[in-house]
């Protein structure tokens, strides 16, 4: 049967699906990549009309269904696969089929790439798998389809499997790498990816870039993009300076660079100092997160520097995935020497730059043992370590080496990943016993639950960050309190997957009763392992943890918090707490221990106002770390230094502190871009 129309264009779908469940969407990056590029064809943009559909990680099938199909039926529907959502996706496509029999259905991205045989098993719907990159092979596809080419015959399409009209599977030769990314017209230049929402304001949680594509490694758990192995192909300067300007006139507060080793290439300093000098106009973006490049070279170092002195704020990553030889080995991973890793994290520490560190556990070679020893080393260095369990992934070197390994598995209940249960290093006890461990370092640590309490907790109470989780783990397994209910609940069925996760971090960040608990926790089982002199101390850190944690507001909220005034700072909104009184100067006894300086650990009572970006609800409901971070309270310094442009002095403008203002007065002489300027008080304040 030959698929196309005459005399109307063409309906197509493109499907997309985030992660997480949040109020605010991910930005549909892959589909707008789609789009620009069909409708740069002349055929296509008078034959086709296409839309995004863009759902939250929350989003049923049903309800997918629903908004989908609810108003008519396109001809062509594009899902863009990802291990999460393949099996909805391929429930999607099966009511398609039921509703549009005649219609053709696609199914692109990572999680199908190379896998046709298997996905026509499963969803026998599906007419076409891209493998690989799909802005040029979906352009291809689609002007068949308006040539009437039939959907058994494929055969001149680089890059797709389908199916011969004797219901073999086809795969046509890979399509070359696209050399000249520039030739993919810009989703956010081109208006492809709609990003603004009903009252004009930017509509996602981040913007989503890439500047470059490919990674020279070939990690034996990733598939990155399908190019690992690969050369990196870059945008060019030009065009990435147009999108930032894009997102600086929506006053788009943090970029995330979608690339897989960025500072890796010398163009990556140009991106920076772009992104800074945009900054410096417009005010926005503030914050730049990206996976930063494996092994640290001189143009990582140049690019940290530009950005200390910027006040340009990031989580710069360690991205070791384990310390264990035997681990590295099976992983293909030349990893970071030692002596290297420890030296780069302390020179971040001494620049007082925001650090993380990534470890997986389960890889084949780890051992509990081995596993536990290199966090405790890592956490003396980076508190905030991101503890994932291993996946099997297609296409990765361990899932086509299981039976070598001795890798025992089982399929997600409701994503399509492999969920690795023992091998030749690991019993299922092991993992089982890890799990519970991995959900506290996850929840607490990984996510900021707490974050100063960490280094007090150990160089001056003698209590390592694994000792802590697994103390917290045994008081709420044992203790009587409902608020603990939850918790008990949500670590007894997180072993492998996110979505507890997501539910415990949210519930610590949201709920008063939460809090509450936390308090009990340390002052019951936590503050009796330290030392008598060093209790007051850790305690106060512990309160300026709880203190600092982003301020949750959404609507119709009568908590405390919603009595506090939002002010502006060089415009962007912050909520302030005034007046905090403080028996440490924890900011700064916290930032002396990073530093291996000595640390006069005395009270040392202050009084301090706390600014909080305002926004949160969106990344205290996500498991996305990096973003939580920019919503943590600040100390005025800290909020003044986030908003200053690199060319600006604000303490020379400035004449008093926001606490010091009168009704009706701003704190900077008149003119200075830094002024806050109060919005939302029923208290009087700065104006």
């Not at 996850?442 to 639950?449: C, I």
């Not at 770390?625 to 200053?644: K, P, Q, S, W």
């Not at 009168?662 to 008149?670: Q, R, T, W």
Request: hydrophobic share 40%; glycine share 8%.
């Amino acid at each position: 049967m030959s698929f196309g129309s005459e005399g109307r264009k063409e309906s197509v779908y493109l499907v997309q699906q985030g992660v997480w469940d949040m109020p605010l969407e991910s930005m549909p990056l892959a589909s707008g990549y789609i789009k620009a590029a069909a409708l740069a064809d002349d055929r296509i943009r008078a034959g086709a009309e296409i839309t995004i559909h863009n759902f939250k990680g929350g989003s049923t099938t049903i309800t997918m269904a629903n908004d989908l199909f609810g108003s008519g039926v396109p001809d062509v529907i594009a899902f863009s696969v990802l291990g999460w959502n393949f099996r909805s996706f391929g429930a999607l496509a099966t009511t398609f089929k039921q509703l549009n029999p005649d219609g053709l259905v696609v199914f692109g991205g990572t999680h199908v790439t190379d896998q046709a045989e298997r996905v026509f098993r499963m969803f026998p719907e599906v007419d076409v798998v891209v493998n690989g990159e799909g802005e040029l092979t979906f352009r291809d596809l689609f002007c068949a389809h308006l040539d009437g080419v039939s959907k058994h015959r494929l055969d001149a399409i680089a890059g797709v499997s389908f199916r011969a009209p004797d219901g073999t599977v086809v795969t046509n030769e890979a399509r070359a790498r696209i050399e000249d990314l520039d030739v993919i017209p810009s989703p956010f230049l081109t208006g492809a990816i709609e990003l603004t929402d009903e009252h004009n304001k930017f509509r996602y949680d981040v913007a989503l870039m890439e500047t470059n594509r490919g990674c020279p490694y070939k990690c034996a758990f990733c598939y990155w993009g399908g190019a690992v192995g690969q050369k990196v192909r870059a945008f060019s300067l030009e065009r990435l300076r147009k999108e930032l300007e894009v997102f600086a006139k929506l006053k788009v507060h943090t970029v995330v660079a979608c690339d897989a080793n960025f500072g890796l290439l010398p163009g990556d300093v140009d991106f920076v100092e772009a992104l800074i000098e945009t900054r410096d106009r417009y005010g926005f973006p503030r914050a730049l997160e990206t996976s930063w490049a494996k092994n640290k070279s001189k143009t990582f170092y140049r690019i940290i520097s530009l950005m200390k002195e910027a006040g340009m704020r990031s989580s710069f990553t360690l991205a070791l995935q384990t310390l264990s030889d035997s681990a590295l080995e099976t992983m293909n991973r030349r990893n970071m020497k030692l002596n290297e890793w420890e030296d780069l994290a302390a020179r971040l520490d001494h620049e007082g730059l925001d650090c993380y560190a990534e470890l997986i556990w389960g890889a084949p070679g780890e051992t509990v043992e081995s596993f536990m020893e290199g966090y405790d080393r890592l956490s003396r260095r980076v508190s905030r370590i991101a503890v994932y369990p291993i996946l099997l992934l297609p296409n990765t070197d361990y899932m086509e080496k299981k039976e070598l390994f001795g890798i025992k598995s089982v399929r997600g209940d409701d994503d399509d990943f492999e969920y690795v249960l023992e091998h030749n290093t690991m019993t299922f006890a092991e993992n089982q016993q890890m799990q519970r461990f991995l959900f506290w370092a996850r929840v607490m640590a990984e996510n900021a639950v707490l974050r100063y309490s960490w280094v007090v907790l150990r160089q001056a109470g003698g209590v390592t960050q694994s000792q802590a989780l697994r103390n917290l783990d045994a008081w709420v397994a044992g203790v009587d309190d409902p608020a603990a209910a939850p918790l008990r609940s949500y670590v007894a069925s997180a072993a492998g997957g996110t979505d507890k996760f997501g539910a415990a971090i949210m519930y610590l960040y949201t709920d008063p009763e939460a809090r509450r608990l936390l308090r009990r926790w340390w002052s019951e089982s936590l503050l009796p392992l330290v030392p008598e002199d060093a209790a007051p101390l850790v305690a106060e850190t512990f309160r300026y943890d709880l203190l600092t944690q982003p301020v949750y507001r959404p609507a119709g909220a009568t908590t405390e918090e919603a009595d506090l005034p939002v002010v502006s700072v060089r415009g962007e909104e912050y909520y302030i707490r005034r007046n905090v009184d403080l028996d440490y100067d924890v900011p700064g006894i916290v930032s002396a221990l990073r530093a291996d300086e000595e640390v006069d650990l005395s009270p040392s009572p202050r009084t301090v106002d706390l600014y909080y970006r305002t926004g949160s609800e969106s990344a205290v409901t996500s498991t996305n770390h990096e973003i939580v971070m920019h919503f943590m309270g600040m100390t005025e310094g800290e909020v003044l230094a986030a908003a200053a442009g690199r060319t600006e002095k604000p303490e020379a403008d400035r004449k008093k502190t926001p606490a010091q203002c009168e009704p009706g007065e701003s704190e900077y002489a008149p003119g200075s871009p830094l002024a806050v300027t109060l919005l939302k008080s029923d208290k009087g304040g700065c104006a």
